[in-house]
T-cell receptor
Framework: GAGVSQTPSNKVTEKGKYVELRCDPI?????LYWYRQSLGQGPEFLIYFQGTGAADDSGLPNDRFFAVRPEGSVSTLKIQRTERGDSAVYLC?????????????FGPGTRLTVT | TQLLEQSPQFLSIQEGENLTVYCNSSSVFSSLQWYRQEPGEGPVLLVTVVTGGEVKKLKRLTFQFGDARKDSSLHITAAQPGDTGLYLC???????????FGAGTRLFVKA
């Protein structure tokens, strides 16, 4: 079956611009997570959705970052007024439910480069 | 803030050698996971350990969770070039939705 997909795979943008990153989770997965992975680091938790609602957005670095999941499936991570420090790989993951025994399945990520 | 420290950061070994990588924290986690990540891909779950002192084996890989549930180790026996990749440990707390990742150990196995 289809795994988690993310689009675009690469995004280059100029400082100050707005970007949207899309995540299509595995069908039927109610939980969806966004992470950011900088070079040489592990993934850093950003936000988690259970259904349509953001259950925990404590990892979002500031108010330039926002994520939605309006129908409980596809999610979009939105970054306003991008800065060079936002450059990273943004990973999305989904799972059947919430608990440490529900495996998170990761997408391949979107590599964002802010010039 | 909960942190996970992994060591070594980088390991280059010959095919057939054994190796151990470590994941340490000052915090207690309800479970620890190990992932492997290839370039251009997302992490893939290898194992979840839940009970203090637990040992799990996956072919040539042996995972151990510390008795106090603050640390874990991954031991690979007779490493092969196909084991090359980034190994990440991750800790979860009760509720299991906020995963804390270590910075990873980058393993390179030479043929």
């Amino acid at each position: 079956g289809a795994g988690v997909s993310q689009t675009p795979s690469n995004k280059v943008t100029e400082k100050g611009k707005y970007v949207e990153l899309r995540c299509d989770p595995i069908s039927g997965h109610t939980a969806l997570y966004w992470y950011r992975q900088s070079l040489g680091q592990g993934p850093e938790f950003l936000i988690y959705f259970q259904g349509t609602g953001a259950a925990d957005d404590s990892g979002l670095p500031n108010d330039r970052f926002f994520a939605v999941r309006p129908e409980g499936s596809v999610s979009t991570l939105k970054i306003q007024r991008t800065e060079r420090g936002d450059s990273a790989v943004y990973l999305c993951a989904s799972s059947l439910g919430v608990a440490d025994y529900y495996e998170q399945y990761f997408g391949p990520g979107t590599r964002l480069t802010v010039t | 803030t909960q942190l996970l420290e992994q060591s070594p950061q980088f390991l280059s070994i010959q095919e057939g050698e054994n190796l151990t990588v470590y994941c340490n924290s000052s915090s207690v986690f309800s479970s620890l996971q190990w992932y492997r990540q290839e370039p251009g891909e997302g992490p893939v779950l290898l194992v979840t350990v839940v009970t203090g002192g637990e040992v799990k084996k996956l072919k040539r890989l042996t995972f151990q969770f510390g008795d106090a549930r603050k640390d874990s180790s991954l031991h690979i026996t007779a490493a092969q070039p196909g084991d090359t990749g980034l190994y990440l440990c991750a800790g979860l707390n009760t509720g299991g939705f906020k995963t804390i990742f270590g910075a990873g150990t980058r393993l390179f196995v030479k043929a």
